[in-house]
């Protein structure tokens, strides 16, 4: 009786142990303006090339400040399309700040659309200046 219980605990364990090992690791980046890791695949991160550099960011806002801060104007920048997750463009990307809507992790609660109809639907809709306007 000991022997079969000490069996099942030992299979149990061993299907836990497989179980466990084939669970993804969700991918994380370290956000260059704060330092707090997030999850690479957040709708509100944002990346850009500098001196040929890849920068992850955990929020758009905290790109944005970046960005001012530094004085940089780098071309090539990308953020999250809010609806659907993929890169695209921030300096061609339509945001939308609310509070009631986004929970962003630094809190500044920007989001990125593609479409401008899908960011009007949302709230106020900036573009890539006005957004940066909205976190100084």
Request: hydrophobic share 45%; glycine share 8%.
């Amino acid at each position: 009786m000991i022997m079969k219980k000490s069996i099942g605990i030992f299979l149990w364990g061993f299907v836990l142990v497989i179980a466990v090992s084939g669970m993804a690791a969700a991918e994380t980046i370290t956000c260059t303006q704060c330092g707090m890791v997030s999850d690479a695949g957040s709708k509100f991160t944002a990346r850009m090339v500098q001196d040929g550099k890849d920068l992850f960011f955990c929020d758009i806002g905290d790109l944005l400040v970046y960005m001012s801060k530094k004085n940089v104007q780098s071309l090539q920048v990308q953020v999250r399309d809010y609806p659907t997750g993929n890169w695209i463009d921030a300096h061609r990307s339509f945001y939308v700040q609310s509070t009631r809507k986004f929970n962003s992790p630094m809190g500044w609660d920007i989001a990125a659309f593609r479409n401008k109809q899908e960011a009007a639907g949302r709230g106020a809709v900036m573009d890539f200046e006005a957004a940066m306007k909205a976190v100084q």
